[in-house]
């Protein structure tokens, strides 16, 4: 039964992801119970997907989440790089500067808060992926201290 729980897990997930990106229609989820009734929430409202078993075990996901999940080759802004890894948990580490921080993914895009206060965003450009570096005491809403390239080395299946 559990193998069954993780299936439709994963159909969720994929399904609510692809909704994401249809770009002719709104995104949103549609849930059918078991009666036949629905009901539609945006996706813009979703932060995460919970599911509890018969025991209140809780197992939940991110919309969103899975496609940042893994080790990124990211560029430090001066021509070189290093490494930042997305784990499921929402924690986050790197080989550069405070090694630990914590991830969600808002609108679209995997937002990281580092220990010594700078925080990072990865985000797709296009067919690829960007880091940027936002410094101490400015928010995501300013002018980036460094955009550079980002490339998954060990993505997640979705």
């Known amino acids: 039964m559990r193998w069954y729980r993780t299936l439709l897990f994963s159909a969720l997930l994929t399904l609510a992801s692809m909704s994401l990106y249809a770009a002719d229609e709104p995104s949103v989820l549609v849930i059918v119970f078991k009666d036949g009734h629905q009901q539609t929430v ?3 409202d979703v932060s995460r997907i ?8 809780a197992s939940s996901g991110f919309a ?5 999940l893994g080790r990124w080759r990211v560029g430090d802004g001066a021509g070189g790089h290093f490494f930042i890894t997305l784990d499921p948990n929402g924690v986050a580490s790197k080989t550069m500067g405070a090694a630990h921080g914590t991830w969600t993914v808002t609108d679209g895009e995997a937002r990281i808060s580092w220990d010594d206060g700078w925080h990072d965003v990865i985000r797709r450009a296009g067919d690829k992926y960007q880091k940027a570096a936002f410094a101490p005491g400015t928010s995501f809403n300013d002018s980036p201290s460094n955009v ?3 490339v998954n080395t060990s993505p997640q299946p979705n």
């Open 42 to 44: 945006s996706m813009a």
């Open 50 to 57: 919970e599911f509890r078993t018969s025991n209140g075990a």
């Open 64 to 68: 969103g989440h899975g496609r940042f």
């Open 148 to 150: 550079a390239d980002a």
